[in-house]
């Protein structure tokens, strides 16, 4: 076997104590109508040959793109203290620590991370982690409902749209009540909450509203009113749940600043690999009263019998190893690693790096969206964004399959990732981060620009057709 | 770690010094945030720790050395399935194209993780055998999760709308339970056999026209292959309810037991446990789900598809109605999926007979050990699968020395402890899992450690119920750090520095 110790005699030692003939006798308690057949499987792949398969698949994917995707997964220069920290065998091979004894590295660790994740939001209970974005945003949608005993939450449509699938799917079926608010349509607050919508729905007596979810920047990039949403949810007796880009917090006000009383959201953006989804980092965090009903591992800070400073998992009683169908949530393993790899990136950026971070893509959004400008591509909001915009595309969807054959990720086809907003059917949304250079800019401005003008060209001045050479 | 155990650490916050640690990337231009409005902006920066690249990197490397890990020694934790972690699995999701990929580029673009997800999905669905199998739920627990929503939907389809409870043994793990509460379920726990197995009778009492699942680990969380696990599927299916298994202990069957084959409708696999994807200190995970042909229409979106001219896509945003949606943000955890993929292929089809044949054969021979040296209970004796429980009761009645104390013991002599007091249903429980890739002569050793501390129990009890006393600190105020909960620094007043530009 690949990885095992076993030599043959060693079995035979084993089988001899056992007194066996043969490791099938270990399986003779299933009943023999039940026994499986044979796997059909490949033959086992020598090292050698395994790394020359995955150099192949590995290939077959584009990572060279001037990419200016964003939402939900940022590109972030990684200092490469950080993967060998990570590399650790002591922090990867460990699991949660429940011998704390041995696992104060890892107790230590996470304290730390709760400590760094509630300066940065603001909000002084942090969860050791969850699945990720999506899956804490759901787990504090139904934290406010458990909060206030209520069983209707509102979700604005600004939502990123998987993490409202995914409330879709957690809400579905369990007796509470979900439901979107629109985006507000015209004028400078265009492309955010319609918070005149959100105040007629807050206002239904007969169904109180548990908790409401914003984002801050919102999944179009603008910068929402979280002050004003904060006082109508807090005006109905309703929890406000702030879903946030960590890094972005280094920047802009954080949820506690504006009295949201829970702050979700994807700690991908510090330090972590894109990597095509995952693994990831779920930010969970609330105001102190609501720490019992707050789901996950915490850790806290205590003392061994001789006084010392130590670490231990807290507060368990909210958890299903105790609770089992009484729990908060049924989560278990989560995310560890990653808060260990966000806690080390913040500590390798310290607070000046971070906002040199977030500052610089803001700089580097701003010069895109001049760029785009200047070659007819223009903002389809008006409101103020950080560092990810959606700009009017003709044909967007052919555009952005046409600029990948000339090097360039062009963000993402809104009428293929919301096809429920129809106002965005001809819009992409693009990113810029610290990563994105000058030369970047350029090359997307140059090829979408003679591609716009080949098809006004082409199309005897109407901005509206197919570009040439596209196939849709 | 060496007797004495390595330094405590201060905090990151301690070791901060305003001015140090600048350099990482470059300043942007002073009007960068110009155009922010001032409502939006920031008042005050964040206290964030600033250490120079040393600081920060001893730090840490301090920190990882007050852990045991498997790369350090035994670690016997059961239903965990501890074994060693490859390290081309590390080398493969680290390369580039597996790792720089964004979640949402476009199909022409990640054509080599989407065949490789859609070539694990197939190599599950042969070990498991089943009909498909979603790569989607981030771990174990949401595996569950997405199974149990499953097989509601699916009652619901049929127009069974009365099917609100699911059937779990006493002896299952939490996530069961708590799992069915949040699907909208109501849990039935039904008692074990005396012989530990399932109560069949039991079960048939509480089967009906409102069961919506039975939840099965099988093997038990005991170790034990469920014999009687045929007639109980039978029992089920003819109730008209569906059958779940927990895939927790798959690293005892490969080869051996295809849940499909035998009747089950859907089980997840947790590829951190028997796949070998490292725990990472408590995750992450990956919890695929496997299903029989009655819930595939129900999978999760979106699905890895495989088209006619070989090249593969994924799934568009509403293209399948009758899924149960989504479960987590993009399409999983590529990251583990990669690793596992790794490993699977590493094996083929013998090296996973083999991995489940000697980590059976590995847990029998530690359990025939310890039973023959006497002291320890060893409540269900017969043949075992890769894991096992022995039990203290005898030693506490005689010496007042608990499992927990046996446990905190075993640090000192440089093993992990198993898994303690779980299963709820034995007393005094050590619940012990070697795994396949531990030595003959390390599990001799563990073997000599447990006989060792069994005698210490009798002769110096006070050494064994103060131990650890060689691990980086000692037993911890548990009681106090829940009576008033210290869950972050803070750092003190003044602790931040404006930034300079």
Redesign the interface.
């Known amino acids: 076997?690949?990885?095992?110790?076993?030599t043959p005699a060693?079995?035979q030692?084993?089988?001899a104590?056992?007194r066996m003939d043969s490791?099938d006798?270990?399986?003779?308690?299933?009943?023999v109508?039940?026994?499986?057949?044979?796997?059909?499987?490949?033959?086992?792949?020598p090292?050698q040959l395994?790394?020359r398969?995955?150099?192949?698949?590995?290939?077959?994917?584009?990572?060279d793109?001037a990419?200016f995707?964003g939402?939900?997964?940022y590109?972030h220069?990684s200092?490469p203290?950080v993967?060998?920290?990570l590399?650790?065998?002591?922090?990867?091979?460990?699991?949660?620590?429940?011998?704390?004894?041995?696992?104060?590295?890892?107790l230590?660790?996470?304290?730390?991370y709760?400590?760094?994740l509630?300066?940065?939001v603001g909000l002084?209970?942090?969860s050791?982690?969850h699945?990720?974005?999506?899956?804490a945003t759901a787990e504090a949608a139904l934290m406010t409902c458990r909060a206030t005993g209520r069983g209707r939450v509102l979700v604005s449509r600004a939502v990123?749209?998987?993490?409202r699938?995914?409330l879709?799917?957690?809400f579905?079926?369990?007796?509470l009540h979900f439901e979107e608010i629109p985006l507000a349509a015209e004028g400078s607050v265009a492309g955010t909450t319609d918070l005149a919508e959100l105040e007629r729905r807050l206002g239904d007596a007969e169904n109180p509203v548990a908790g409401v979810v914003l984002a801050q920047p919102n999944f179009y990039g603008l910068?929402e009113?979280m002050?004003d949403a904060s006082d109508l949810v807090h005006a109905a007796g309703a929890l406000f749940v702030a879903v946030v880009e960590p890094v972005s917090?280094?920047?802009?006000?954080?949820p506690g600043?504006y009295g949201a009383d829970i702050a979700a959201g994807?700690g991908q953006a510090l330090g972590i690999?894109?990597?095509?989804?995952?693994?990831?980092l779920g930010i969970l965090a609330c105001t102190e009263p609501l720490?019992r009903q707050i789901p996950g591992?915490?850790?806290?800070?205590?003392?061994?019998?001789?006084g010392?400073?130590?670490y231990?998992m807290?507060?368990?009683?909210r958890?299903?190893?105790?609770?089992?169908?009484?729990?908060a949530?049924?989560?278990?393993?989560?995310?560890?690693?990653?808060a260990?790899a966000a806690?080390?990136w913040?500590?390798?950026?310290?607070?000046?790096?971070?906002?040199?971070?977030a500052?610089?893509g803001?700089?580097r959004a701003?010069e895109l969206e001049a760029a785009l400008a200047s070659v007819g591509v223009a903002r389809v909001h008006a409101g103020?964004y950080?560092n990810e915009f959606a700009v009017r595309v003709p044909n967007a969807p052919a555009v952005?399959?046409e600029l990948?054959e000339r090097g360039v990720?062009a963000g993402?086809v809104l009428a293929?990732?919301v096809?429920d907003e129809p106002a965005l059917a001809d819009a992409l949304l693009v990113c810029a981060t610290?990563m994105t250079t000058g030369d970047d800019v350029a090359t997307f401005a140059r090829e979408i620009g003679a591609l716009l003008a080949d098809a006004g060209a082409g199309a005897g001045g109407s901005a509206a057709a197919a570009p040439v050479g596209v196939t849709a | 770690m060496s007797a004495s155990g390595p330094r405590l650490q201060p905090t990151i916050f301690e070791l901060s010094r305003p001015g140090r640690g600048a350099g990482k990337v470059p300043h942007p231009p002073a009007d960068a945030l110009d155009r922010l409005p001032a409502q939006h902006r920031r008042e005050r920066p964040a206290a964030l720790p600033e250490v120079n690249e040393p600081e920060a990197v001893r730090h840490y490397v301090n920190l990882s050395q007050m852990n045991h890990a498997v790369d350090t020694g035994f670690y016997p934790l059961g239903s965990c399935t501890m074994k060693w972690n490859p390290k081309v699995n590390e080398w493969a999701a680290r390369q580039p194209g597996f790792a720089q990929l964004h979640p949402l580029a476009p199909d022409a673009i990640a054509q080599g993780t989407l065949q490789l997800l859609w070539e694990l999905e197939q190599i599950l669905i042969e070990i498991s055998g089943m009909h498909a199998v979603t790569l989607q739920p981030a771990a174990g627990a949401h595996g569950e999760l997405t199974g149990i929503l499953m097989v509601r939907e699916y009652h619901r389809a049929q127009g069974d709308m009365d099917r609100t409870d699911v059937l779990v043994p006493d002896s299952a793990h939490g996530t069961n339970p708590a799992t069915a509460t949040m699907a909208g379920l109501r849990t039935i726990s039904i008692k074990a056999a005396p012989d530990g197995g399932i109560d069949l009778d039991g079960f048939k009492a509480a089967l009906g026209p409102t069961t919506a699942a039975v939840m099965i680990t099988n093997p038990s969380t005991l170790g034990i292959f469920e014999s009687r696990i045929g007639d109980l599927l039978d029992a089920v299916h003819a109730a008209g309810a569906l059958a779940y298994m927990d895939g927790a202990n798959l690293n005892a069957i490969l080869g051996r037991f295809k849940p499909g084959e035998a009747g089950f409708d859907v089980m997840h696999i947790n590829t951190h446990k028997t796949f070998s994807t490292p725990h990472g200190g408590g995750g992450p995970g990956a919890g695929p789900v496997a299903v029989g042909e009655k819930l595939e229409p129900f999978l999760p979106a979106p699905r890895v598809l495989r088209q006619a001219d070989g090249s593969f896509r994924l799934e568009r945003v509403g293209e399948r109605p009758t899924s149960i949606g989504r479960m987590r943000s993009f399409v999983g955890s590529t990251g583990v999926l990669v690793r596992a993929y790794a490993y699977l292929r590493t094996h083929g089809a013998s090296g996973l007979a083999e991995i489940t044949d000697d980590a059976v054969l590995a847990a029998n021979y530690l359990k025939q050990r310890l039973a023959d040296s006497g002291a320890y209970d060893i409540p269900f004796p017969g043949v075992c699968k890769h894991e096992f429980i022995a039990s203290a009761t005898s030693i506490k009645k005689k010496t007042g020395v608990r499992t927990l104390d046996i446990a905190k013991r075993l640090l000192d002599h440089g093993f992990h402890a198993p898994t303690v007091y779980f299963p709820l249903t034995v007393d005094e429980a050590m619940l012990i899992e070697p795994t396949e890739t531990e030595s003959i002569e390390t599990l001799d050793a563990f073997a000599d450690a447990l006989v060792a501390i069994a005698r210490e129990a009798e002769a110096d009890p006070e050494t064994v119920k103060t131990a650890p006393h060689t691990a980086p600190v000692r037993r911890l105020d548990e009681a106090g750090a829940a009576r008033n909960p210290n869950l972050r620094w803070r750092p003190a007043a003044g602790d931040w520095t404006p930034c300079p530009d």
């Open positions: 076997m690949a990885y095992g110790p076993h060693d079995r030692r084993m089988l104590a056992l490791v006798d270990l399986f003779a308690d299933i009943p109508g039940l026994r499986s057949s044979p796997l059909r499987l490949d033959p086992p792949e090292e395994l790394m398969r995955l150099d192949g698949l590995a290939a077959k994917n584009r990572v793109l990419s995707l939402a939900g997964a590109r220069f200092p203290l993967d060998q920290i590399l650790r065998g002591e922090w990867y091979t460990a699991y949660t620590p429940y011998q704390p004894e041995v696992s104060q590295g890892t230590q660790s996470i304290y730390e709760e400590s760094l509630a300066e940065l002084d209970v942090v050791a982690s699945y990720d974005g999506a899956a990123h749209p998987h993490y699938e995914v879709r799917t957690y579905h079926g369990n007796g910068l009113p002050r917090l280094a920047v802009l006000a954080p600043a994807e690999p894109p990597q095509y989804g995952g693994p990831y720490v591992r915490l850790v806290g800070m205590t003392t061994d019998v001789d010392r400073r130590a231990v807290t507060l368990q009683a958890e299903q190893h105790i609770r089992r169908e009484k729990a949530s049924n989560i278990c393993t989560n995310q560890t690693l990653l260990l806690s080390v913040l500590a390798a950026l310290g607070p000046h790096g971070l906002r040199d971070v500052a610089l803001a700089a701003a103020a950080l952005h399959r990948l990720l993402l293929e990732a096809p610290e």
